[in-house]
């Protein structure tokens, strides 16, 4: 009834065809983020990403169905952490690279990875999708398949094709309708309410000056500063700068408007900036760096003013990135975030299913010690906590 094909690049699907799937809520998984990542090296031989995009056809070579796929050579810009079953797989003498990934990369953004248009048929595409994806891990002969970041209902189907569910934890913010910036931290208590106008307060002091500026309105000049912010970030951190200057130019123009720049002004002068994704629905922190320090700036450009652009603008979450215990301050809470793992060698697959378990329990645990530090008010009929659930299940 289906038929499964793996792409080497993601030209090989038109633009349409592939964004009719996506959908406009997940800006990193549109086909312009995609080809641009493959059109300047951003993804390759090089950083060991080698595409295989996965595209479900029906009987008349419809693509009905699709995942953002990778012949992944390292764990690098995962986000979902494997390096001790890799180092497991080499004191046991076997190979754990290559693997294949369902992700985008270097993006720990929760959501769909199961692309369908709304569909009655959206269940069984997603079960003939999964199954083949395990076959084209098995033709392959890698040690395993990892879906990264997937949703509820995603997660729910894919154990129930055998793949061994993994928990994460991140801090996302979600969106109630707040009128406006002092509406939400209205919401605070007393004490944490007064720490984030004082930290806005700072920034203002400091004689810092904010823009944000959507995509297609950044010029050639602020793109290239902000390149240099996004290199030095990664120097400063001893990591792998692996978006270039003309994958940024390029998304700019071909997919402006789901972009956001905040741009950070000191006596005429960019001093700091941050990078965000923005979906229908969601807004998606990326990328920050600063050329100088400035008390509470980095918590204004990356939380605060992504956060006043939401309610500003109607959107009902902000993803503000991976990890950082510091959000839950400024009103991010503890989400659950899922991927889900096949692993070919049944040697390795018993030991891994059987940390998954007990590791879902830590994170549980984890969890419920972060929600003790909400800043939100309780009240007589609810906790003190945000309203928000683990995660979006988008079925």
């Given at each position: 009834m289906y038929r499964l094909t793996t792409l080497a690049a993601i030209d090989e699907i038109p633009a349409a065809d592939w964004n009719a799937l996506a959908g406009d809520d997940l800006p990193h998984l549109r086909h312009e983020f995609l080809a641009?990542?493959?059109?300047h090296g951003c993804v390759g031989e090089r950083f060991?990403?080698?595409p295989r995009h996965l595209v479900l056809r029906d009987g008349h070579d419809r693509p009905v169905?699709?995942?953002p796929c990778y012949l992944k050579f390292n764990s690098y810009g995962e986000f979902v952490f494997d390096w001790a079953w890799a180092d497991a797989y080499r004191r046991a003498g076997e190979r754990y690279y290559p693997k294949l990934v369902v992700a985008s990369p270097y993006t720990p953004a929760t959501g769909l990875r199961i692309l369908?248009?709304?569909s009655e048929e959206r269940p069984a595409l997603a079960a003939a999708l999964i199954q083949g994806s395990v076959q084209v891990a098995e033709r392959l002969g890698v040690s395993g398949l990892h879906w990264l970041f997937t949703s509820d209902t995603e997660t729910d189907w894919l154990r129930a094709q055998g793949l061994m569910p993994r928990l994460g934890c991140q801090f996302h913010w979600q969106n109630p309708g707040y009128a406006s910036f002092?509406?939400?931290i209205g919401a605070f208590s007393a004490e944490k309410r007064k720490k984030v106008k004082r930290e806005r307060r700072r920034v203002g002091e400091s004689g810092i000056h904010i823009r944000r500026v959507r995509g297609d309105a950044v010029t050639p000049s602020e793109w290239r500063i902000f390149h240099q912010l996004y290199e030095d970030t990664f120097d400063k951190r001893g990591g792998l700068p692996t978006l270039s200057?003309?994958?940024f130019e390029e998304i700019g123009r071909t997919m402006g408007e789901h972009l956001l720049l905040v741009l950070c002004e000191h006596?005429?002068?960019?001093?700091?900036a941050?990078?965000?994704l923005m979906g229908s629905h969601s807004l998606y922190g990326r990328h920050w760096g600063c050329f100088q320090d400035f008390h509470s700036l980095h918590f204004e450009a990356c939380y605060y003013q992504g956060l006043e652009h939401c309610i500003e603008h109607g959107l009902t979450r902000f993803e503000p990135g991976a990890q950082g215990e510091h959000k839950v301050a400024r009103g991010f809470l503890p989400t659950r975030t899922w991927s889900a793992h096949w692993i070919a060698d049944p040697r390795f697959r018993q030991p891994i299913g059987a940390f998954l378990e007990h590791e879902i329990e830590a994170v549980e645990d984890y969890i419920d010690e972060m929600h003790s530090h909400s800043p939100y008010k309780a009240t007589p009929d609810q906790s003190p906590d945000q309203p928000t659930g683990s995660q979006p299940a988008q079925a």
């Amino acid at each position: 009834m289906y038929r499964l094909t793996t792409l080497a690049a993601i030209d090989e699907i038109p633009a349409a065809d592939w964004n009719a799937l996506a959908g406009d809520d997940l800006p990193h998984l549109r086909h312009e983020f995609l080809a641009a990542m493959e059109h300047h090296g951003c993804v390759g031989e090089r950083f060991g990403w080698l595409p295989r995009h996965l595209v479900l056809r029906d009987g008349h070579d419809r693509p009905v169905a699709a995942a953002p796929c990778y012949l992944k050579f390292n764990s690098y810009g995962e986000f979902v952490f494997d390096w001790a079953w890799a180092d497991a797989y080499r004191r046991a003498g076997e190979r754990y690279y290559p693997k294949l990934v369902v992700a985008s990369p270097y993006t720990p953004a929760t959501g769909l990875r199961i692309l369908t248009a709304d569909s009655e048929e959206r269940p069984a595409l997603a079960a003939a999708l999964i199954q083949g994806s395990v076959q084209v891990a098995e033709r392959l002969g890698v040690s395993g398949l990892h879906w990264l970041f997937t949703s509820d209902t995603e997660t729910d189907w894919l154990r129930a094709q055998g793949l061994m569910p993994r928990l994460g934890c991140q801090f996302h913010w979600q969106n109630p309708g707040y009128a406006s910036f002092d509406d939400f931290i209205g919401a605070f208590s007393a004490e944490k309410r007064k720490k984030v106008k004082r930290e806005r307060r700072r920034v203002g002091e400091s004689g810092i000056h904010i823009r944000r500026v959507r995509g297609d309105a950044v010029t050639p000049s602020e793109w290239r500063i902000f390149h240099q912010l996004y290199e030095d970030t990664f120097d400063k951190r001893g990591g792998l700068p692996t978006l270039s200057l003309p994958f940024f130019e390029e998304i700019g123009r071909t997919m402006g408007e789901h972009l956001l720049l905040v741009l950070c002004e000191h006596a005429g002068r960019i001093v700091a900036a941050a990078f965000c994704l923005m979906g229908s629905h969601s807004l998606y922190g990326r990328h920050w760096g600063c050329f100088q320090d400035f008390h509470s700036l980095h918590f204004e450009a990356c939380y605060y003013q992504g956060l006043e652009h939401c309610i500003e603008h109607g959107l009902t979450r902000f993803e503000p990135g991976a990890q950082g215990e510091h959000k839950v301050a400024r009103g991010f809470l503890p989400t659950r975030t899922w991927s889900a793992h096949w692993i070919a060698d049944p040697r390795f697959r018993q030991p891994i299913g059987a940390f998954l378990e007990h590791e879902i329990e830590a994170v549980e645990d984890y969890i419920d010690e972060m929600h003790s530090h909400s800043p939100y008010k309780a009240t007589p009929d609810q906790s003190p906590d945000q309203p928000t659930g683990s995660q979006p299940a988008q079925a």
